[in-house]
T-cell receptor
Framework: DVKVTQSSRYLVKRTGEKVFLECVQD?????MFWYRQDPGLGLRLIYF???????EKGDIPEGYSVSREKKERFSLILESASTNQTSMYLC?????????????FGPGTRLTVL | RKEVEQDPGPFNVPEGATVAFNCTYS??????FFWYRQDCRKEPKLLMS???SGNEDGRFTAQLNRASQYISLLIRDSKLSDSATYLC???????????FGTGTSLTVIP
């Protein structure tokens, strides 16, 4: 079974803090994704990566950065957390160069920024 | 215009009912289509892929209409365990991106 794990289920941070969200997958998938999910807006893509050290902006990259130093690990960084970044963050991975394969999601990190 | 649009519902149906969800997509070059299921406070999980010829998996049937750019999900003989949010997902050929609908909420009532 594919397993995608995220470093925290719940996180509370203060405005201005630097926040790291870690994601690890164990199936040697090429593609990894970070989304945020908000009521009424669905899942929105922040960044994705199709290879080590590669990254592509999604639809809402502002205020975020990512790092993929190893194939199995994809980190999301909030350089200076703001209250409008309070959300559920979901990491996903998929195999294949075309990206048209099933995505497997981690359990999510519910981040609250005070 | 959103890449993917679907009726948020909620749909409240009795056990045994048949219910259908539709989803429209804006990019005619889209190549892959999926339905995901998301339970409350859980991550989305793949329910089924949607193929051009339509496909069935037990009580679930998925259809794709490329001309009208919509996909549908039909659930027959609804069970209480079908209560969840159903997400329509479209993959474009450019940049490995997946676009998610906002989800349709289904509650099956005893």
């Amino acid at each position: 079974d594919v397993k995608v794990t995220q470093s925290s289920r719940y996180l509370v941070k203060r405005t201005g803090e630097k926040v790291f969200l870690e994601c690890v997958q164990d199936m040697d998938h090429e593609n990894m994704f970070w989304y945020r999910q908000d009521p009424g807006l669905g899942l929105r893509l922040i960044y994705f990566s199709y290879d080590v050290k590669m990254k592509e902006k999604g639809d809402i990259p502002e205020g975020y950065s990512v790092s993929r130093e190893k194939k199995e690990r994809f980190s999301l960084i909030l350089e200076s957390a703001s209250t409008n970044q309070t959300s559920m963050y979901l990491c996903a991975s998929s195999s294949g160069g075309s990206g048209g394969n099933e995505q497997f999601f981690g359990p999510g990190t519910r981040l609250t920024v005070l | 215009r959103k890449e993917v649009e679907q009726d948020p519902g909620p749909f409240n149906v009795p056990e045994g009912a048949t219910v259908a969800f539709n989803c429209t997509y804006s990019n005619s070059a889209s190549q892959s289509f999926f339905w995901y299921r998301q339970d409350c406070r859980k991550e989305p999980k793949l329910l089924m892929s949607v193929y051009s010829s339509g496909n069935e998996d037990g009580r679930f049937t998925a259809q794709l209409n490329r001309a009208s750019q919509y996909i549908s999900l039909l659930i027959r003989d609804s069970k209480l365990s079908d209560s969840a949010t159903y997400l329509c997902v479209v993959n474009t050929p450019l940049g490995n991106q997946f676009y998610f609908g906002t989800g349709t909420s289904l509650t099956v009532i005893p």
